[in-house]
């Protein structure tokens, strides 16, 4: 029971079985409708299948909704995608490119960029200190760059206006530990984009929040979704219904429906799949 959304481009984007599948050219180079897309993508645990041979397709620029109940395989195929785990068998295609054997720094790198969970956050480090730990990851380890005065204030201005883009510009000389909740997941994105994703992989971004602090994630991944891509696993079906384009929804491993969150949210087999099991 997989569809298609009707809006995804021009109909050849989702045709064909070739390499080339889902690229058009637009100007220059070759742009992919798709930016992402996995086939067959299977993960065993010791003879338990998590995910049972998922193909995903991934719209660049959208905000796409990974959702389904415990247990469903949802965080399991993060951790493939972003090389955390090797898959069993299957293939993930990013960017035209497959990625499926390379390292997880090699995939990060190239932009496919998973959301730190908060125990990544140095604690006793100031906001700034964090973010500016992110960028250093980020521009390798090259020693000599970091000896000039010069480079570490072009670090901080850097590290200054990500901490804008997530509203804690004020809180920059704040030991993290200070921090609420809320604020913490939001020094969490600013280090996820001081890795410049074009694909970002947010695992349950208002997980444990209040209302108005889900809230204010929601209009902050709106506004960090401007000129990138989005896959974020949610529970929370209202944020879903706000901010996602397209909604995949598995269950026991396998995809179970696919398409526009008002047309996937009535589906009978997608409403048993939740009763009893939402939280
Ligand atoms: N390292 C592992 N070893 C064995 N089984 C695992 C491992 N990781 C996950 N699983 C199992 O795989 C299944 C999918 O787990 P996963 O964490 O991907 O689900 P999820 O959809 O993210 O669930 P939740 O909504 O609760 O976060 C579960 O049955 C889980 O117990
Ligand atoms: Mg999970």
Do not use: C
Not at 166 to 192: F, I
Not at 203 to 224: F, H, S, Y
Not at 246 to 267: M, N, Q
């Amino acid at each position: 029971m997989i569809r298609r959304p009707p809006d995804t481009g021009p109909p050849g984007a989702w045709a064909g079985d070739g390499p080339g599948e889902g690229l058009v050219v637009l100007g220059q180079g070759m742009i992919g409708e798709v930016i992402l897309e996995t086939r067959g993508l299977r993960k065993e645990f010791r003879g338990f299948v998590a995910v049972d041979g998922i193909d995903l397709r991934v719209r660049r620029g959208s905000i796409h909704a990974l959702i389904g109940p415990n247990g469903a395989g949802k965080t399991t195929v993060f951790n493939l995608l972003t090389r955390f785990l090797p898959a069993t068998s299957g293939t993930i295609v990013y960017n035209g490119q497959d990625v499926t054997r390379l390292r997880p720094a090699e995939v990060a790198r190239q932009g496919l960029v998973r959301s730190f969970q908060i125990s990544a956050v140095f604690p006793n480090l100031t906001v700034l200190e964090n973010v500016r730990v992110a960028l250093q990851r980020r521009l390798g380890t090259s020693f000599h760059f970091w000896r000039s005065q010069r480079s570490l204030e072009v670090l901080d201005e850097r590290a200054m206006a990500l901490l804008e883009a997530v509203d804690l510009a004020g809180q920059a000389r704040t030991t993290t530990v200070e921090l609420s909740y809320g604020r913490k997941r939001a020094l969490e994105l600013a280090t996820t984009l001081a890795l410049e994703p074009e694909l970002m992989l947010l695992d349950e971004p208002t997980q444990g929040m209040g209302r108005e602090d889900v809230g204010r994630v929601v209009a902050l991944i709106r506004k960090l979704s401007a000129g990138r891509t989005v896959l974020m696993v949610e529970h929370n079906l209202s944020v879903v219904a706000d901010l996602s384009d397209t909604i995949t929804v598995l269950a026991r491993g396998s995809v179970l429906a696919f398409g526009a969150y008002a047309e996937v949210s009535r589906d009978p087999a997608v409403l048993e799949a939740y009763v009893g099991t939402e939280p």
